[in-house]
């Protein structure tokens, strides 16, 4: 199942695991809006591959919880599960607008869909969280840093400080403690952070199915709808990949062989592990 996959990269990876597993295979992706969902599915119908779709609002408290439930009662469990979805930051739009609804979707939605998919993840599951190389420690002043320890705080806590940030950028004192000016960069950290912290809570629990690996992944820089508009000043001189080439190792990380240990708790990027700095 591949959440936020009506186009882009989510769209592209849904498109390689159904060729990937057809015919036996059964792929979801889900859609904030019916007409998107169909649309996906009739085109990639079109290319031969059987896919499924699912109601889903990274932003909606009820909705991952609604997601587990259609899919638990319709297979049992999952063997891949994949957030790729996100508020994407507007361009010359200031963090006081913007971190709100970005923190409220990218960061407790993240948080909310790993509680809500865990549950029903089947042995040797691959649980992946489509992050941004932006959410390492090395994106903060060593002052903001402690925050977000994955050694010592839950993502309840993590996501508190998330809160705390987008106070500071609503009152117009976040860059002033030393916060990034482009709220993307701390919605991102946390988003990795929450992973991590939530990957060792999982890890901790022998009551959970064997062999399940759990981590965040940066595509690296792909050309899609929310980059566009960045390639010239955020991204400027940089070169992109299309999103089927950014799909190819986050299929990679979603079909590592049974067995396999690691990564684990990791962020993921070209299918090496970016030291969080923690």
């Avoid at 950290?189 to 629990?205: D, H, I, M, P």
Wanted: proline letters at 8%; charged letters at 20%; glycine letters at 8%.
């Amino acid at each position: 199942m591949i959440a936020g996959a009506t186009r882009g990269i989510g769209l592209a990876l849904v498109r390689a695991l159904a060729r990937a597993w057809q015919p036996t295979g059964r792929v979801y992706l889900t859609a904030r809006r019916p007409q998107d969902g169909e649309s996906a599915v009739a085109a990639l119908a079109g290319e031969g591959l059987h896919v499924d779709w699912l109601p889903f609002d990274l932003g909606d408290p009820a909705s991952p919880a609604a997601l587990a439930a259609a899919l638990h009662a319709r297979h049992g469990g999952l063997d891949v599960a994949v957030l790729n979805g996100a508020y994407a930051p507007r361009a010359d739009v200031p963090a006081s607008e913007d971190a709100r609804p970005m923190i409220e979707a990218n960061n407790h939605g993240t948080l909310r869909f790993l509680r809500a998919v865990a549950p029903i993840l089947n042995e040797n599951a691959r649980l992946v969280i489509v992050a941004s190389g932006f959410g390492t420690l090395a994106s903060l002043p060593e002052s903001l840093r402690p925050l977000f320890d994955t050694t010592r705080h839950g993502p309840d806590a993590i996501n508190a400080a998330m809160d705390r940030y987008v106070a500071a950028a609503e009152a117009g004192t976040a860059q002033a403690a030393g916060w990034p000016a482009w709220v993307n960069i701390p919605s991102k950290l946390g988003q990795v952070a929450v992973t991590r912290s939530f990957a060792r809570e999982y890890a901790g629990n022998r009551a959970n199915p064997a062999g399940v690996l759990i981590n965040a992944a940066c595509p690296g820089l792909t050309l899609t709808d929310a980059t566009r508009e960045f390639m010239d000043t955020v991204f400027k001189g940089r070169a992109a990949q299309t999103p089927d080439e950014a799909a190819r190792d986050l299929v990679w990380l979603c079909t590592l062989p049974p067995g396999s240990r690691t990564p684990y708790a990791e962020l993921v990027r070209h299918r090496q592990v970016l030291p969080f700095g923690d």
